[in-house]
């Protein structure tokens, strides 16, 4: 009986993982509209909570094998035909009407991707479609996958047990000439993206995820990793930023980085100048959670949905990290911003001055094509791309007809 009580207490105050090696997590240039987000199963559960949460923030999800956003009150989530999506759509804006979460207008034109297998025996596959149908409710851009016969996993191109076989021995990866995290990525951030590069050159670096709040209390690791694409180690240049969050099972405690390495998100990566960011959860027998799953269903408390969350906090306060650029670390933002050609001129209307501890997007006075980047005590002057205005309820680009007044003030 001691020695269960003192293996308690250990599990209880540990700080998993080993950080012999972790370093303090870095801030890069990120172009903050780039902003995506991934997981697959509770990763794919969470990275809906975290996009609906931070809408503001986050371009775009692609969700593998997950359940919509609160299904958890439904039964646990064990069948998709019991989840009503306008119920959970319902809870959604009064979780926004309380300010726990961002205004959910803000997923309008968002882009989501959904894959779900046909032979998923862990989760329905129909929840994939009811995933989907929540974020259109909010005007989501989906696109999706629910041909394929998989089992539960990730799907890649290149590692995993065959598609419809047990993943368990390969960590719920699976080889299913489909590779996931490029197809993905492709319609998250479109336009000129580059196929996978043919191995990932770059760095996957662990850092210190204590100093987020990253302990055994909120089921997290003290370690995650991230990966620094060789085009982003010059902090001087602007790259693209993506969480990924890993499934049960598949944490650093359970397997170090082979989801990180093995999913083809770090080839995609370093083609494209996109940094990726792991964070890890990690097993606690005393909340509930003995397999690393990301808490998509409470055991950490009832703020678990929301933006006061122990892991959504601790995982913004890491994508803030990565993502406001630093002076002190050799960031500078306007270095590569480009300059403005055939627009307005600084001196158009009266903006506030920009104050040294401010980063944000502001309106410019006068022109909604045009809008600024208020950061470190400098504003730079920015275009939104063709056919698109600056709303500034939201804090990006638009369509015209979303931005109230825009119309009117076009010269």
């Not at 700080?15 to 972790?22: I, R």
């Not at 803030?320 to 911003?337: A, I, K, Y």
């Amino acid at each position: 009986m001691k020695l269960t009580w003192i293996w308690k207490l250990a599990v209880l105050f540990q700080v998993s993982g080993v950080t012999l090696g972790a370093e303090k997590l870095q801030s890069y240039n990120v172009d903050r509209s780039t902003i995506t987000i991934s997981g697959l199963s509770s990763g794919g559960a969470i990275a809906m909570q975290y996009h609906v949460a931070f809408s503001s923030e986050i371009k775009g999800a692609a969700i593998f094998a997950g359940v919509p956003f609160g299904c958890y009150k439904v039964n646990y989530c064990m069948y998709a035909s019991t989840v009503i999506v306008s119920n959970l759509a319902k809870d959604i804006t009064d979780l926004a009407t309380a300010n726990k979460i961002d205004n959910p207008r803000n997923l309008n034109g968002t882009k989501v991707f959904v894959f779900h297998g046909t032979r998923d025996t862990t989760v329905d596959p129909a929840f994939g479609r009811k995933l989907e149908q929540l974020y259109q409710v909010f005007g989501g851009v989906t696109k999706n996958e629910y041909t394929i016969g998989a089992v539960h996993g990730f799907p890649t191109n290149f590692y995993g047990a065959p598609c419809g076989s047990s993943s368990a021995a390969t960590y719920y990866i699976n080889n299913c000439n489909y590779h996931g995290s490029n197809i993905a990525m492709n319609h998250l951030l479109g336009g000129s993206f580059a196929p996978p590069a043919s191995s990932a050159a770059g760095q996957l670096l662990q850092y210190d995820q204590t100093e987020f709040g990253g302990s055994a209390v909120s089921s997290m690791d003290s370690t995650g990793f991230v990966y620094i694409p060789t085009g982003c180690q010059d902090k001087t240049r602007q790259c693209k930023l993506h969480i990924a969050f890993h499934g049960c099972a598949q944490s650093k405690t359970n397997l170090n980085d082979i989801y990180a390495r093995k999913i083809g998100m770090l080839e995609v990566a370093e083609a494209n100048n996109i940094i990726v960011l792991f964070p890890q959860a990690a097993p606690n027998i005393l909340v509930g959670n003995p397999n690393a799953c990301w808490d998509w269903w409470g055991y950490l408390g009832a703020n678990f949905l929301n933006k006061d969350g122990a892991q959504m906090k601790a995982v913004h306060a890491m994508q803030l990290r990565v993502s406001n650029c630093e002076q002190s670390t050799g960031c500078n933002p306007s270095v590569t911003e480009p300059p403005v050609t055939g627009g307005p001129t600084a001196s158009t209307g009266a903006p506030r001055e920009c104050e040294d501890n401010t980063v944000e997007f502001r309106p410019f006075p006068g022109d909604c094509r045009y809008y600024t980047l208020c950061a470190c005590g400098t504003s730079v002057l920015l275009e939104c791309a063709s056919g698109l205005y600056f709303d500034p309820v939201i804090g990006k680009c638009n369509f015209m007809q979303l931005v109230p007044g825009c119309d009117a003030n076009l010269s």
